[in-house]
């Protein structure tokens, strides 16, 4: 079977899944979405966000483990499963503690209105 692709591309390759999933879901989910989440604001984007980031490197790990069940070069599959991986791994990680970050603001109004009627 032929490589997807030559090792350069995978250097590349391998680099622009990185850089893309650390600035879109990083960056964006990760540095507007913990300010977001502390003041219970746009629950769903910041969730969705994070969620999203979850799926992709869930797709990029079977994507990598398809490449490598089919016999391909390790600068296929590596390039594929590693920043899989680490997305899944981080963003799946993440998920529930933005979740519980949410409960703990709407808690907090509760509390702050329940206070307020004495």
């Known amino acids: 079977m032929d490589p997807w692709w030559t090792e350069q591309q995978a250097g ?9 999933i650390g600035i879109v879901f ?14 219970g604001r746009a629950k769903t984007f ?18 990598g483990l398809l490449a490598l069940a089919m016999s391909q070069p390790w600068h296929v599959w ?3 499963l590693m920043p ?6 981080v963003c799946g990680s993440l ?5 519980k970050i949410y409960r703990q603001h709407e808690e907090r109004v509760l509390a702050a209105e329940e206070f307020r009627r004495g």
């Open 26 to 39: 990083g960056g964006i989910g990760g540095g507007v979405g913990g300010p977001l989440a502390a003041k």
């Open 46 to 63: 910041v969730l969705g966000m994070i969620a999203a980031g979850a799926a992709t490197g869930v797709f990029l790990a079977i994507a």
């Open 12 to 20: 590349l390759i391998g680099g622009l899944l990185g850089a893309g």
């Open 84 to 89: 899989g991986v680490i997305s899944a791994a």
């Open 78 to 80: 590596y390039s594929l």
């Open 95 to 99: 998920f529930p503690v933005f979740r």
